[in-house]
């Protein structure tokens, strides 16, 4: 099948979209021949991408207000008529911190990015996406499954994402609306190179990034872009998976514990 015809005809609503790992999802899937919802609060870099890619719509939204999302979803099927995928990328890596640095406001709020203005737009499609028997696909972490240090409240809402995600794929079978995500490990976006820019040494913090993987690299959004145009085209059998983007960084064995974490050498017999 040629790639501009994967998903020829399909409308997707794309979330986050106006840069990033969003923007490299909705050029994915305008390459595959379908229409597109560029849903951002940077209404600038969303009507920037809206010029760029043919047939692509921007819709101003802030995914943690629900009248927000409930506006994008009408003003979708007013213009198109139909919905066939919806992608939850819109979220938000806050700096690095340890536990005793986190706020119970500022936990809040991230829960209802990172989480809850995924859910408000699922319940919102699902009435469309039954019609179509269309598909979700929620962009977790891969420190979801694996962890994070001085993150605690970010992995917590993406681990609260894929597991969402598996416990709607149980409840939407029924209509055939499969439900997956997608857990990136290092993808090089603006806001990695912007959490780089606040430590000590950048380019060591980038460095260490590469290293993470086996493969010896970062991703690229568009990567995450081409899983994300697989799981809606041609994953018919897949619902309820977690799909690890990551170039292996969940691989293998590694110095984990901090210089400061108290040691236990075994006796080694003489």
């Not at 609503?13 to 021949?33: E, H, K, P």
């Not at 939204?61 to 629900?66: K, M, P």
């Not at 990695?192 to 913090?205: N, Q, R, S, V």
Request: with cysteine.
């Amino acid at each position: 099948m040629a790639a501009g015809t994967r998903y020829a005809g399909k409308v997707v609503v794309v979330t986050g979209a106006a840069r990033g790992i969003g923007a490299g999802i909705a050029r994915a899937f305008v390459d595959s021949g379908a229409q597109v919802v560029i849903c951002d609060k940077d209404e600038p870099g969303g009507r920037a991408l809206e010029r760029e890619l043919p047939g692509a719509a921007f819709i101003f939204c802030d995914v943690t207000q629900e009248e927000d999302v409930k506006t994008l979803i009408s003003r979708t099927i007013c213009r198109f008529g139909r919905l066939d995928c919806v992608v939850n990328n819109a979220g938000y890596h806050p700096p690095p911190q340890w536990p005793e640095e986190t706020s119970a406001e500022g936990f809040r709020q991230l829960l209802e990015l990172n989480l809850l203005g995924t859910y408000t737009l699922i319940k919102f499609a699902l009435p469309h996406l039954r019609k179509s028997r269309g598909n979700v696909i929620n962009i977790s972490s891969l420190v979801g499954a694996i962890g994070q240090s001085q993150a605690v409240p970010y992995v917590a809402t993406k681990g609260a994402v894929t597991a969402m995600t598996k416990a709607l794929a149980l409840d939407e079978s029924q209509y055939g609306v499969r439900i997956n995500c997608i857990s990136p490990g290092n993808i090089w976006t603006p806001l990695w190179e912007e959490l780089a820019a606040l430590t000590p040494d950048p380019k060591a913090t980038v460095r260490e990034g590469m290293l993470a993987q086996p493969l010896g690299r970062m991703g690229q959004p568009a990567e995450v872009g081409a899983a994300a145009v697989f799981l809606a085209s041609e994953a018919n059998f897949c619902t309820g998976i977690e799909l690890f983007v990551t170039g292996g960084a969940e691989l293998g064995y590694g110095c984990k514990a901090s210089v400061h974490t108290p040691t236990d050498a075994p006796t080694i017999p003489s």
